[in-house]
């Protein structure tokens, strides 16, 4: 399985922030456990103030075809995909998509963008492919 372009960059923002990465890939089952797919990973963080922890699945795109557009189709797609399998098997677990700056910037100026979202109900991670930081994370 051939990593993200950017998935040791995330990685590392994700830690930096106080996330611990607990599989790397994160397998899903799909049917009675003969085929899986595999997120780019898992990571889990201690909330002290209500004393739990919070669990997430993370998939990245680079968005680095000649079309942001058929790259968010083909990641909501898969999105949707890993969402519907972790509440069968883990639904405590929270996708999030991971996504450039730049890309999000330029494909919320559409508004039907912000809908599409929304309908697929696509929580995100927004990060910067130039170091290791995570400009906002949209619930």
């Known amino acids: 399985?051939?990593?993200d372009v950017y998935h040791d960059?995330?990685?590392e923002a994700l830690e930096m922030e106080g996330w611990v990465v607990t599989h790397d890939p994160y397998f899903l089952s799909i049917g009675v456990?003969?085929?899986r797919v595999a997120a780019d990973f898992a990571a889990e963080k201690f909330i002290i103030a209500e004393k739990n922890t919070e669990k997430?699945?993370?998939e990245i795109k680079s968005f680095i075809t000649s079309s942001n557009i058929n790259e968010l189709h083909h990641s909501v797609g898969q999105y949707d995909f890993y969402a519907l399998l972790l509440e069968e098997q883990e639904p405590n677990r929270i996708p999030f998509?991971?996504?450039p700056k730049d890309a999000y910037d330029d494909l919320i100026r559409e508004p039907i963008v912000q809908t599409f979202l929304d309908?697929?109900?696509v929580?995100?991670?927004i990060?910067?492919?130039q170091n290791p930081i995570i400009h906002a994370w949209k619930r």
Request: proline share 0%; charged share 30%.
């Open 33 to 35: 456990g003969r085929r």
């Open 123 to 125: 929580k995100l991670i």
């Open 119 to 121: 309908r697929h109900n």
């Open 97 to 99: 998509l991971a996504m």
């Open 127 to 129: 990060f910067d492919v």
């Open 9 to 11: 960059l995330v990685k």
């Open 1 to 3: 399985m051939a990593k």
């Open 56 to 58: 997430i699945l993370v």
